[in-house]
């Protein structure tokens, strides 16, 4: 019986961490650039039942085990914004940032300025262009980007915002701050890039909320499954008790 406990309590830690990933969607609804994760699950089958109160034959168990997240990258909806450092890529790419572990990947746009002129993400990493940092002297003004990426101000070009591909976006893993990291970029060919203008989280609220609503409702299935296993081997187990005597 201690199989049939061990295999729902598999089942229930799955089930706790899909709960964590809607969550984490649903808390970055609003967030630029965000992009929707899913749990990936699958079964680990025991070669042998390991904990049986009462001896039966060896058979497989069959366990549940959350095998690894994945990340949706259909793009979200363009909002246009009007300000001078949002920036939203259209179709396939990546803006490059640089950060104290190397370069790294992001589809949001919400940029600013830091107190040296960079243009930076809000975490503070540096946005890089095809030559470098991206900095604005403090008398420049009239900041224009153009389709292509290319930045202009008052005192003339200032370069182009670095974009970049994959050859595979799955293979790129998420490491927070809305951040990618992936192997062998590639530039982005024919790039279109829109000032004024944020790509939003491709998360569904009325879907995430769907999903969350489902994960409860297993986990509490499961609650009730495991406490009726326990009550019948309590009762199994006081029933041998009276015969015994």
């Known amino acids: 019986m201690e199989n049939t406990t061990l295999v729902a309590l598999s089942r229930q830690v799955a089930l706790r961490h899909k709960l964590d990933v809607i969550a984490n969607n649903v808390a970055n609804l609003n967030t630029a650039g965000f992009k929707r994760q899913t749990l990936e699950m699958d079964d680990y089958v025991m070669p042998t039942a390991s904990a049986n109160t009462f001896p039966m034959p060896d058979e497989p168990i069959s366990f549940v085990v959350d095998w690894t997240t994945s990340t949706d990258f259909q793009p979200g909806t363009i909002d246009l914004t009007g300000g001078t450092f949002d920036v939203a890529v259209e179709g396939d790419g990546f803006f490059v940032v640089q950060t104290p572990d190397g370069e790294r990947y992001t589809r949001a746009g919400n940029f600013q300025l830091d107190p040296g002129g960079r243009l930076v993400t809000p975490d503070g990493h540096p946005v890089l262009g095809e030559g470098g940092e991206i900095v604005f002297g403090p008398g420049e003004t009239d900041v224009v980007i153009g389709s ?98």
Not at 164 to 186: C, W
Not at 212 to 239: G, H, M, P
Request: glycine share 8%; net charge negative.
């Open 148 to 245: 292509d990426g290319s930045i202009n101000t008052n005192e003339g070009p200032r370069g182009r915002f670095e974009v970049v591909s994959f050859a595979d976006n799955r293979q790129l893993e998420k490491i927070g701050d809305n951040l990618f990291a992936g192997a062998d970029p590639q530039p982005v060919q024919g790039v279109r890039v829109r000032q004024g203008a944020l790509e939003l989280s491709n998360v569904q609220a009325v879907m995430e909320m769907t999903r969350l609503i489902d994960v409860n409702r297993a986990y509490a299935q499961v609650t009730s499954f495991i406490n009726t296993s326990e009550e019948l081997r309590l009762k199994a187990l006081n029933l041998l008790g009276d015969v015994t005597v």
